[in-house]
């Protein structure tokens, strides 16, 4: 059991998709992380553990050579697409319970802008770290954030901007956001965004980079959605 | 050449080729200066490039404004009636300017819609892929943009500054909507929303100081305070030519 999900952990590590997949090069014509779910599914390993001990075990290192820029954003997103892969195996367990979710993670780009990419990609690696994400997508309105706040009441919030003049919107939304719940985790990012801003205008966290995010939400306690 | 409010206008189309997009400087800047691309990145990114003649409108507008009506002092730029509070870093390096250029370049918006249907067809790889070649072929425009502007001011005996955005230095990018009213509407196709958002995104503004003694340097990177910037954290690019 251990070997697969070892396996299945270097997969995603290394960004190997499936069998079909030629990158990379010393893995072609071996399974991908797509075949070794599917077998560990079949040799009945509990999905937790394969979610926990194969995939997220795997995005956990490359988030952490990212930050450390041993590998970039395309080779992140490779590895994304294998863990994907290997999540489409396991979405029937979602339904039945038999995977709890760490959380919930509501993210999106504040009201007057339009970038999208980089929370995009921040989105993607918290759904890597076993959280669950609803992405509102961009020029979202304070009102959206709440209303989704109502329908995940437990969830942590993430803001994203990319203009000095659309960071200062965010400040009107966490201010929204902890007045109707003052317990509510806000984390902010995006290029111009600094820690001393979040400080400012009351938000709990900053980072600069998708790990740091994660890794805020793991120490947070443990909640459901 | 036509005149707006008394600013000479100058409007370029010029046609861009996959040659003149340089592969190596793009792979510095995704991350990969030691020259080790994983070859699923150098395979999109050949096939992309191919795309670039029929997929991107690229485009420039420069306005020059006349001598009489551009004044300096330590952190502003005074533009007829307009004020610019360009800060002490920008300003310092216009002042050696008797007049300006503003510009605006774009490319168009179907590269961008391209790498955002990728991206929402759920291939965040290629999305992201084609949002930097876009964003690294509007500068290769932008250093065209010079090339021509060179061209207009040899005749005058003027030398030019390096360009300088809003939103760099200090420099407020709410300021482009004073930019922008030095040009006819919707220069190169870009409008400009309340929050100093260029539609399409790929598109930039700035200034560049023209005169007799007008001096230009060598990119300064550390004139930038941006802790976290992934061009920064990547020294082999410290000395190419971002805004
Ligand atoms: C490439 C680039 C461009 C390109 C493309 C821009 C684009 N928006 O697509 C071009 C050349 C066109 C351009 C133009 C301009 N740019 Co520009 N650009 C950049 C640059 C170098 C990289 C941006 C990028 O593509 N990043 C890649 C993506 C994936 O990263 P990201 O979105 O930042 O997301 C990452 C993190 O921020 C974080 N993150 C993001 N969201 C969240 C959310 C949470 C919760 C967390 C935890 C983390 C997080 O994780 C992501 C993944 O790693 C940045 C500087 C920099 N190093 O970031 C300046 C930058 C964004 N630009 C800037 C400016 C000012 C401009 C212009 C206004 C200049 C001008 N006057 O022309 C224009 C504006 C264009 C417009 N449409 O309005 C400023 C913006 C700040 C400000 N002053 O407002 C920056 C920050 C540079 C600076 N001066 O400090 N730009």
Redesign the interface.
Known sequence: MDDILSLLCTCVERGKVNRKSPHPADLRDHDGADELTKKAVEMGIAPQTILQDGLIRGMHTVGERFRNKQIFVPDMLMSARAMVSGMEHLKPFYISNAIQTKGTMIIGTVKGDLHDIGKKIVAMMITGAGWNVVDLGTDVPTDKFIQALKEHPNAVVGLSALLTTTMLNMEQTVAEIKKMSSTTKVIIGGAPVTKEFALKIGADAYSPDPQGAVEFLNALPARTN | MEIFSGNEIYRSSPEIKPVDFNIEMFYQH???STGAV????VDFVQTAIQHIPTMIAPQWTISILQESVVVFDKKSMTCGNQQFHTEPIITKRLRTASTVAFFVCSIGKQFEEW??HE?DS?D??K???L?LIASEVVEGVADQMELQLDEIISGRGWKRTNRYSP?YCDW???EQHKLFSFFPPHPCGVSL?????M?P?KSISGVIGLGPNAIRKDYECSLCN????FMR?NPASQNSAIL
């Not at chain 2, 994983?38 to 990145?41: E, I, K, N, R």
């Not at chain 2, 929303?193 to 958002?197: I, K, M, P, V, Y």
């Not at chain 2, 941006?226 to 910037?229: G, I, Y």
Request: one cysteine or more.
């Open positions: 995704l991350g990969y994983p070859g699923f990145v790498s955002k991206t759920g965040l790889l999305g992201y892929i949002d939103g407020s990018v709410s929303t309340d929050s100093a958002l539609l995104i941006l802790e976290h910037c954290r």
